[in-house]
């Protein structure tokens, strides 16, 4: 006996994202407010040019442009939510983080698609003293002096990501999300995690001395 399933899909599309209409997917397109090619010729070249004194105020730059793509996002999910609400599931790709928002608005459980960065969750891999940071100009053959500045982005990242959490606090009051929890517990409240890449070929990362990894896990040898 064959089973067949049908699915109601609906995608939520920027407006600087040219998707054509179709018949069998449906999408909604709400107002994205920077340019298609604004974090590639904009973001990234003045993230790479900086200099060291400069990583607060990078780090500052990447959380405004993000909570201002979530706030754009969340403001066409709370004019639709009746319309929303009617799915099982639904996956967001990050980042931004908002999705954890707009699935607590919706009441929809959801799975996460990551860039293989999330990969830093893995303490051993992102040694500092061998991975540069992302945005910088380092290489994986850093002097003592880079090792040290990079350090301190390292550092500064996670301080970023925690000043990054309470704007996303301060969100989810504004758009009434009466969830108890914190948004740092709701972002961790997902059933499934997709990582889109290998961890290798998102940016330079040496095998650490006595490691092998594969794409699943990773042994001494």
């Known amino acids: 006996m064959f089973h067949?399933?049908?699915?109601?899909?609906?995608?939520?599309?920027?407006?600087?994202?040219?998707?054509?209409?179709?018949?069998s997917v449906k999408h909604s397109v709400y107002k994205y407010p920077f340019d298609e090619k604004y974090v590639e010729k904009t973001l990234v070249p003045m993230s790479h040019s900086r200099s060291p004194s400069g990583i607060v105020e990078d780090h500052k730059m990447w959380m405004d442009f993000f909570i201002t793509s979530c706030r754009a996002l969340i403001t066409y999910v709370k004019l639709h939510r009746e319309e929303l609400r009617e799915f099982d599931l639904m996956f967001r790709d990050t980042p931004p983080e908002c999705g954890a928002i707009v699935?607590?608005?919706?009441?929809?459980?959801?799975?996460?698609?990551r860039p293989g960065m999330t990969m830093r969750l893995y303490k051993d891999i992102s040694v500092v003293s061998y991975i540069p940071d992302m945005f910088s100009s380092n290489t994986d053959k850093m002097s003592f002096v880079e090792r040290v500045v990079n350090l301190i982005s390292h550092t500064l990242t996670w301080v970023t990501i925690y000043q990054y959490y309470a704007h996303f606090d301060e969100i989810r009051k504004e758009f009434g999300v009466q969830e108890q929890r914190s948004f740092e517990d709701a972002l961790n409240n997902v059933e499934i995690i997709i990582i889109a890449a290998h961890f290798a070929l998102e940016y330079p990362q040496p095998i650490l001395p006595g490691k092998s990894y594969d794409s699943n896990s990773y042994k001494k040898v």
């Open 103 to 113: 699935s607590e608005m919706l009441g929809i459980r959801r799975i996460d698609i």
């Open 4 to 23: 067949f399933y049908l699915f109601q899909v609906t995608l939520l599309v920027p407006s600087t994202v040219s998707f054509p209409a179709s018949i």
